[in-house]
DNA sequence: GTGAAAGCGCTAACAA
DNA sequence: TTGTTAGCGCTTTCAC
């Protein structure tokens, strides 16, 4: 910095307030420094900075590497946390660098705050971890003091593809749920809830999934093992859909006009041409918003409460879901 | 740090030693400090512990979020990096978020060396880059001084694809190319060397394409469209197979007893009961091994020439590839 | 706009 | 083992 300063004639400081652009510099120098810096390859040292400002300006992001959501969400926080003054720093959980080891990470560099994308963090943890930083979780919310949620209203969600496919005229609706992964247990009620409402009890039926294409397949090819085949599946999400509808479509059935598959997520992987996946569309933009807006609350202006921020999501019409044949006394069997 | 010495009773420099276990202390301090640091919540400050270093010790991973692989070698950077001594700080270039942006931020936090895993990096920036860090690409070279290259023998990968193929008694083998993206040239030259290696040279055909589901399913649409079906295909990677294998599946196919098809990668997908893919595999352990070694070789061994490292990949035969029908005259229309 | 001075939390070198 | 001292690169304050 001290050559730079030279480098453009000016002093350290003022090369300083350019690059924070602080009000002050005029136009000349700014470009005369910029110009000097870009010379001398310098650009200011984070660490000097974080040391000196003592504060980071840093949200940790802890995330999984295998849950396209949560990779579409760390996208879309970038430049809501920019716009926020905020730099955002990430640390992947893997199956051998577990929670620990990451969180370390993120509290090492003196993160204001952590944004908690994966599944498994225990509670005691959180809750002692919610004492150093302000922290949210995404997805899911396990009621932890100090600890805020955002999360889209997957009770609402489900109940969007409920009330389609009953539009449509299916009856037998059968749900391939996601076990204990986040929004299952809102899924899962929302089933429960709109197929009451509906007035639909009897075909109430949930099978155990985990969010996985491969539960879905093994769901899938438990239906087709039994002599009636419900008219529509409500998939946990996208993943698990997708491998619904490739064990039917392999056991020579037309979607959707054998059966109708619905998913959740509005992931890639629904629009593919060959999929077209009628699903529930999360709302990213808002969701990685309410996220930024959570901690700047708790950063800026020392909110102490707890927030558990809900998200209404969109239902995506496409092409997997349709009115139903009759076909609940045939069998199939499974290619 | 200060507050840590004073409630274990001992000085501050003791407990920096500890912390970054240096040796001297005695284990009964040790505990005693820990102890402390456990109680107060304390751990190292990285800012400032890398400023009086004057080294970071990070190595700073460009990579993007819709790379299933890359994501991986992700995962299996972490345990090498930190086996060396290296801290691995992740920057994601998105569609809103470029190369500079991300680049910027791994350089701000004084990274030793750029491991580059996204395509898009124009040679000018890269050399430029290469003065001020030592940098690997993974997956491509882009032959430009000062940067290190880690990549599978995609040439040879192909081939093992190729002589299953062959072996299998197939002759009319297309493939699916994956465009400019990384390793899409080799995998191309691997297919067609060897296709003239077995004499098969009136058979070549490369469809146009770009390592996604949707180009594979175009091309297989298109190949539908003709008179005759080739009996095998290879695709770009995992994720075009899946696309092609999901048209064909859709046109009333059966792989592979109609069309064998292949991938590359090794990809969750390839593994999904219902995909079974025979596909090649990349050695992901060797290439995070490779990719800080070759990094340490420069940072410590102040190694200066560039090194192209390749490595071997392997021939994962799953059940998606087998000996042809004769269905050559026969043609199929798009269900 | 400049210059001087202090200090963020830590490490390193040295002497005790 | 401990205390002392110095300083990493930056920001901040204050007087000019």
Chains 1, 2 share one sequence.
């Not at 030279?6 to 910029?34: C, D, E, K, W, Y």
């Not at 919310?141 to 489900?158: F, H, K, L, Q």
Request: charged residues 25%; negative net charge; hydrophobic residues 40%.
């Amino acid at each position: 910095m001290t050559d730079v300063a030279a480098r453009a004639g000016v002093s350290r400081q003022l090369v300083s307030m350019i690059f924070r652009n602080a009000p002050g510099p005029s136009p000349t120098s700014r470009a005369r420094v910029f110009a000097a810096a870009h010379e001398l390859g310098y650009s200011p040292d984070r660490a000097a900075q974080m040391l000196r400002r003592k504060r980071s300006a840093h949200l940790g992001v802890l995330f999984t590497l295998d849950q396209p959501f949560d990779l579409d969400l760390v996208e879309h926080l970038y430049p809501v946390a920019e716009a926020a003054g905020y730099d955002v720093v990430l640390s992947a959980m893997t199956p051998i660098r577990q929670e620990r080891q990451a969180v370390e990470q993120l509290i090492g560099y003196r993160s204001e705050a952590l944004i908690l994308l994966g599944p498994d963090l225990d509670p005691d943890r959180l809750s002692a971890l919610a004492k150093r930083v302000a922290i949210v979780e995404f997805g899911r919310r396990m009621v932890v003091d100090g600890v805020d949620a955002v999360r889209t209203d997957d009770v609402e969600g489900v109940r969007f593809l409920v009330d389609h496919l009953v539009e449509l005229g299916h009856r037998a609706i059968v749900h391939v749920d996601g076990g204990d992964m986040p929004g299952a247990e809102q899924r899962r009620t929302g089933y429960r809830q709109n197929m009451d409402r509906h007035g639909l009890q009897e075909w109430i039926r949930v099978l155990p999934g985990d969010y996985t294409e491969e539960s879905g397949a093994s769901a899938a090819r438990r239906l087709l093992s039994e002599d009636r085949l419900p008219s529509a599946i409500i998939a946990g999400n996208d993943r698990c859909a997708v491998g619904v509808m490739e064990i039917m479509i392999r056991a020579g059935l037309k979607i959707p006009q054998d059966v109708s598959i619905v998913g959740y997520d509005d992931s890639h992987i629904s629009r593919l041409s060959y999929v077209d996946l009628t699903t529930v569309r999360q709302d990213i933009n808002a969701l990685a918003q309410q996220v930024i807006d959570a901690l700047v609350e708790r950063l800026e202006r020392r909110r102490t409460s707890d927030r558990d921020i809900v998200v209404s999501p969109q239902l995506v019409v496409r092409s997997s879901a349709a009115p139903p044949r009759m076909l609940l006394n045939q069998s199939f069997s499974i290619a």
